[in-house]
């Protein structure tokens, strides 16, 4: 909305960063106004040490209800699809690139998602970047557009790209410039995309296929 202040999260993030420090900074946060309408922030979890970061769009109507990323009807297909491909979830953290939910309207008692701007992209990145200089992964696995423009910037397009291990981009195009540099990047659509899919068997397999070559990555 025009005329928004959005501060950022910086002046939110804690001084000392752990997992639990950033839990409780997170839930203070008004960086931008989706804090108004949301339940409640949602920070990612994980091993601190995991080796593999993944990273989705922003909680869902479910994950903002739970106050838990990825718990909903996409987050049980990802865990599904990690599982199939060989991908231990105890190597996995969850998190996504804006912390609160976006929403216009309800479908019954169902919120109806809504992808956030670029500006709550911009105001929201400082917790991601606190993310990943913490758990300090391996590689990271971006889930759908928002995500794979936070970090390579507005022309980022999924299909252009899913399924392939790059390097971590040395000129970021997005909003996201951590002091770590994981090993490699990889992108694949989002799960919920896959959900809303005609041909969801065949698609779900396109899933897994991408997420297989990360598998062989990882340590």
């Known amino acids: 909305m025009a005329g928004e202040e959005r501060p950022g999260a910086a002046r939110w993030l804690p001084t000392r ?9 997170v839930a203070e946060c008004r960086g931008c106004e989706l804090y108004r309408d949301a339940t409640q922030a949602v920070m990612g979890e994980g091993s601190a040490d995991a080796d593999l970061m993944v990273v989705g769009e922003q909680p869902g ?16 297909l990802l865990a599904g699809a990690l599982e199939e491909a060989g991908i231990d979830p105890a190597r996995v953290y969850r998190t996504n690139v804006v912390k609160h939910f976006r929403f216009s309207g309800t479908r ?25 200089d913490l758990v300090r992964p391996t590689g990271v696995l971006l889930l759908g557009g928002t995500a794979g423009a936070a970090l390579y910037g507005s ?5 252009e790209s899913r399924g392939r291990l790059e390097p971590w981009p040395e000129e970021v195009g997005g909003e996201v410039r951590s002091e770590h540099v994981p090993d490699f990047v990889s992108v694949t659509t989002h799960p919920s995309a896959v959900l809303r899919s005609r041909d969801r068997d065949a698609d779900r397999e396109r899933f897994v296929a991408d997420l297989r070559v990360v598998a062989e990555a990882l340590p």
Request: charged fraction near 25%; include cysteine; glycine fraction near 10%.
């Open 17 to 25: 960063r752990t997992p639990r420090a950033l839990r409780t900074a």
């Open 108 to 132: 019954g008692k169902q919120r109806i998602h809504r992808s956030p701007s670029r500006a709550h992209v911009l105001a929201c990145s400082p917790w991601l970047v606190a993310e990943i």
């Open 61 to 76: 109507d479910q994950e903002d209800r739970q106050g838990h990323p990825f718990v909903g009807p996409a987050g049980r």
């Open 155 to 159: 022309a980022f397009r999924v299909g």
